[in-house]
């Protein structure tokens, strides 16, 4: 009983990475609430719209319902949330009682709540207010004592505190207060980041924006601006804290299919828009060839190119010509089939296919035959089967889908892909950029389609930074702008050049071209195909992660997501004491962790001496896959698999010595290891490779 005592005292007093709220295993979800009387949907809500990529980038998933359908979820569907997120912004909803005690029921069983805008649940359909002491109690199990009377008398508020720390993140708070309303902290967990008071009315504090362990809430207008005439938005509030305090992420391992063995994925991926389509820059030649020869041919550079299926195949409207054309493009050494569809379809949705608003337009497709209706499979499935069997090599078949139009797949739309074993790709549309200067215009991972999900693309295409192909035609050339601010100071996406073919059409948009392609290839990347990334993101759906304690964690179904980003830079992996663990790198925004592909289950055990892998060999990071890591007394042997000629850092090896590199390309190579213990590879082949000590 005594070493119980003692073993638990212990505990307390450890400093621990993980809050004691988290037992295994981590739940990795949240429940996120619209309201359709608002005229909201799962698309268009604050949620999607701002604070799904930062809770991506925590390595939480979500999943949005209707507030108004009933049931509620019951406690046992709820087992798998961590929490729920409400953004509403009018008091109306279905029931709004039963909804308030369901919530409450959620607090209870210490789940995080978190009220962006109102609460919501104010009054019913039929106007009738609800019992005011629901929502006190909601309040009030967050920390803080909502007392009500609220006013949106502007001249009237002044801003008691700001946390400036936390608030004017994008852009600084207005100048007058927007709205009020005395809530105030109530626990001393309880934290405000804005107050605002009533002038001359001394006690009158309110807080408008406030965190606790429990959950967090932040009242319209505090959250975010908007143009009102180009309806772009900036964040008051810090969205990345705000969720890390709120949901009580701090210390917590974030699985990121951004990265793979501590570097940045990048890839490129083509519409099949424009393959036989006209250009101006050669009159005997189209775009497609255009492409290849100057795109292509001349970069070392993994690239999905699309076509549309329709457009080649002679029996819908393509041509001989165009056949061998796709043919040759397929044959390309550095080209990975795909399908942009059979027809093009600009809506997927049935919905919006058959709105009278959309009555002229191609709601169907460019290039289907006479008579044609809409079939998902045709548009899935059968143009990746013409693609394998009639234009890509044998050794390559097309097993990815690129969405076309406004790229508005279907639950089960999605489904048919994957069931057919086909991958999908498109949407999110992310610039971020000196005109469209905020992380709102950075898209999820994915969207949530129920059971599925729609894989979205890194960055947004030349399409869109040419304002719909009107011009300016060199505008994909500001891609760049977004490439970086989504890879410093947080790695948020990969890089994905995302383009079509028809960028072969002017002198302007192929050198805008060139000059992205210029600057992804000189950056120190893991180059990938997109069927590689778009597998990582599905692995970072699929992962499971178990809190052993305060120092352990497991990881399982994590599939080809191979990377884990820790917060901290306080502890480092223990790799002689994990397991299916290949290295570390420690970089300004955490530790990215990689992990064994392959394999069923990782355990990655903490250390808080940082020299612990002083003397054992590792991988500090690397622009392939590394399997099979074998360590030996003076050295390590592995696996590499990469695009090209690849880089390997490996860490842990003994300062200033001399090691010889066998395997690949090399021959005996003799490297010495810098003072900090490491040896840079460059120019490394896929194949087997053995560094040690002479």
């Given at each position: 009983?005594?070493?119980?005592?003692?073993?638990?005292?212990?505990?307390?007093?450890?400093?621990?990475?993980?809050?004691?709220?988290?037992?295994?295993?981590?739940?990795?979800?949240?429940?996120?609430?619209?309201?359709?009387?608002?005229?909201?949907?799962?698309r268009s809500n604050l949620f999607l719209e701002g604070f799904a990529m930062p809770l991506n980038y925590f390595g939480i998933l979500y999943e949005i319902r209707d507030v108004n359908k009933r049931p509620l979820p019951d406690e046992k569907e709820m087992e798998q949330y961590l929490g729920v997120f409400t953004t509403f912004s009018d008091e109306i909803m279905v029931e709004p009682e039963e909804y308030l005690n369901w919530l409450i029921k959620q607090q209870k069983n210490k789940r995080k709540v978190i009220i962006a805008g109102n609460?919501?649940?104010?009054?019913?359909?039929?106007?009738?207010?609800?019992?005011?002491?629901?929502?006190?109690?909601?309040?009030?199990?967050?920390?803080?004592?909502?007392?009500?009377?609220a006013t949106n008398a502007r001249t009237r508020l002044l801003y008691d505190y700001v946390d400036q720390k936390q608030m004017n993140f994008e852009r600084k708070l207005p100048l007058f207060p927007s709205r009020y309303i005395p809530i105030v902290p109530a626990d001393e967990q309880a934290k405000s980041w804005v107050t605002v008071k009533i002038k001359g009315k001394p006690g009158?504090?309110?807080?408008?924006?406030?965190?606790?362990?429990?959950?967090?809430?932040?009242?319209?207008?505090?959250?975010?601006?908007?143009?009102?005439?180009?309806?772009?938005?900036?964040?008051?509030l810090n969205?990345?804290?705000?969720?890390?305090?709120?949901?009580?992420?701090?210390?917590?391992?974030?699985?990121?299919?951004?990265?793979?063995?501590?570097?940045?994925?990048?890839?490129?991926?083509?519409?099949?828009?424009?393959?036989?389509?006209?250009t101006e820059i050669d009159k005997n030649k189209n775009c497609g060839e255009i492409i290849m020869e100057r795109i292509f041919a001349r970069y070392d550079f993994p690239n999905s190119a699309s076509v549309i299926a329709g457009e080649i195949n002679p029996d819908v409207r393509g041509s001989p010509a165009n056949v061998e054309l796709a043919r040759t493009l397929f044959e390309m050494e550095n080209i990975e089939p795909a399908s942009h569809s059979y027809t093009h379809p600009f809506a997927w949705n049935e919905k919006l296919r058959d709105?009278?608003?959309?009555?002229?337009?191609?709601?169907?497709?460019?290039?289907?035959?006479?008579?044609?209706?809409?079939?998902?499979?045709?548009?899935?499935?059968?143009?990746?089967?013409?693609?394998?069997?009639?234009?890509?090599?044998?050794?390559?078949?097309?097993?990815?889908?690129?969405?076309?139009?406004?790229?508005?797949?279907?639950?089960?739309?999605?489904?048919?892909?994957?069931?057919?074993?086909?991958?999908?790709?498109?949407?999110?549309?992310?610039?971020?950029?000196?005109?469209?200067?905020?992380?709102?215009?950075?898209?999820?991972?994915?969207?949530?389609?129920?059971?599925?999900?729609q894989i979205y693309t890194g960055q947004?295409?030349?399409?869109?930074?040419?304002?719909?192909?009107?011009?300016?035609?060199?505008?994909?050339?500001?891609?760049?702008?977004?490439?970086?601010?989504?890879?410093?100071?947080?790695?948020?996406?990969?890089?994905?050049?995302?383009?079509?073919?028809?960028?072969?059409?002017?002198?302007?948009?192929?050198?805008?071209?060139?000059?992205?392609?210029?600057?992804?290839?000189?950056?120190?990347?893991?180059?990938?195909?997109?069927?590689?990334?778009?597998?990582?993101?599905?692995?970072?759906?699929?992962?499971?992660?178990?809190?052993?304690?305060?120092?352990?964690?497991?990881?399982?179904?994590?599939?080809n997501c191979l990377s884990l980003r820790l917060g901290g830079a306080d502890k480092v992996p223990d790799l002689s004491r994990c397991k299916n663990v290949l290295g570390y790198d420690v970089?300004?925004?955490?530790?990215?962790?990689?992990?064994?592909?392959?394999?069923?289950?990782?355990?990655?055990?903490?250390?808080?001496?940082?020299?612990?892998?002083?003397?054992f060999a590792y991988i500090k990071n690397g622009s392939g896959w590394i399997s099979d890591l074998q360590h030996f007394q003076r050295g390590a042997r592995f696996i590499f698999e990469c695009f090209g000629n690849g880089k390997?850092?490996?860490?842990?090896?003994?300062?200033?010595?001399?090691?010889?590199?066998?395997?690949?390309n090399f021959s005996g190579l003799e490297v010495r290891s810098n003072n900090g213990g490491e040896v840079v590879l460059q120019d490394v082949t896929s194949g087997p490779l053995e560094i040690s000590l002479i």
């Open positions: 009983m005594r070493l119980l005592l003692s073993f638990i005292l212990l505990m307390i007093s450890v400093s621990v990475a993980v809050p004691a709220s988290y037992a295994a295993p981590l739940k990795r979800k949240v429940l996120v609430f619209y309201n359709s009387v608002e005229e909201r949907d799962a609460i919501g649940a104010g009054r019913d359909l039929n106007d009738k207010t609800v019992d005011s002491a629901l929502i006190k109690r909601v309040y009030s199990n967050l920390g803080f004592s909502w007392q009500g009377n009158s504090e309110g807080c408008v924006v406030g965190v606790s362990p429990t959950g967090g809430f932040a009242l319209d207008g505090y959250i975010r601006w908007q143009d009102p005439v180009n309806y772009l938005k900036q964040w008051y969205p990345f804290e705000f969720l890390k305090q709120s949901l009580d992420l701090t210390g917590l391992p974030a699985l990121t299919p951004t990265t793979l063995n501590g570097l940045r994925v990048a890839f490129a991926h083509i519409d099949g828009d424009g393959f036989a389509g006209y709105s009278p608003d959309y009555a002229d337009s191609f709601v169907i497709g460019q290039y289907e035959k006479d008579g044609y209706k809409f079939n998902a499979k045709y548009e899935i499935v059968d143009s990746c089967e013409y693609i394998s069997t009639d234009l890509a090599p044998p050794t390559r078949p097309c097993k990815t889908l690129f969405w076309s139009g406004m790229c508005d797949p279907t639950e089960d739309q999605v489904a048919i892909a994957t069931k057919a074993g086909i991958l999908n790709l498109n949407g999110g549309d992310t610039v971020f950029d000196a005109r469209r200067n905020s992380y709102f215009g950075v898209s999820p991972l994915y969207r949530e389609l129920g059971k599925e999900s947004a295409n030349e399409n869109i930074l040419t304002n719909l192909w009107e011009g300016p035609f060199f505008g994909f050339r500001n891609i760049v702008e977004t490439m970086k601010r989504t890879g410093s100071p947080r790695r948020i996406m990969p890089i994905d050049i995302y383009y079509h073919f028809y960028s072969g059409e002017k002198f302007a948009s192929l050198k805008a071209l060139e000059d992205v392609y210029d600057w992804v290839v000189a950056q120190d990347c893991a180059n990938i195909y997109a069927s590689a990334y778009i597998k990582m993101v599905e692995g970072y759906l699929s992962g499971k992660i178990e809190i052993i304690d305060a120092d352990s964690f497991s990881v399982t179904d994590y599939g970089q300004p925004e955490g530790i990215f962790v990689h992990l064994n592909p392959g394999k069923e289950r990782a355990e990655v055990v903490l250390s808080s001496n940082l020299k612990v892998n002083s003397d390997i850092v490996v860490g842990g090896l003994k300062p200033d010595q001399t090691y010889k590199v066998v395997g690949n």
